[in-house]
């Protein structure tokens, strides 16, 4: 029985990885142009991210852990960021 709960323990936790690219709006004010986009893997958030980064004002790719099934959700990594992004609460 010990077993199979290290097991369970030393599965890795599910994280949310997500890519958001911005533009400016006729008002100068940041809009989302791109996602929220849920991505497969963090090196796969930082290539999209990165490629992104040449056609929008800005973009943002970021991380967290992540249980769903609680609703519970550990604190935003940023990955990569580059040009202007708005404050991410």
């Known amino acids: ?3 199979s709960n290290s ?8 994280k949310l990885i997500v890519v958001i690219a911005f533009d400016r709006g006729d008002d ?9 986009a849920d ?11 990165k490629a992104l980064a040449a056609k929008h004002a800005g973009v943002i790719a970021w991380s967290r852990d992540a249980d769903p099934s609680l609703g519970e959700y550990g ?11 708005p404050d991410m609460e």
Do not use: C, H
């Open 7 to 14: 097991q369970s323990n030393s599965q890795k936790n599910p």
């Open 28 to 36: 100068g004010e940041l809009f989302p142009a791109f996602g929220p």
């Open 39 to 49: 991505q497969q893997s963090e090196d796969r958030a930082i290539r999209t991210a």
């Open 1 to 3: 029985m010990s077993e």
């Open 75 to 85: 604190p935003p990594r940023t990955l990569f960021v580059s040009g202007d992004v």
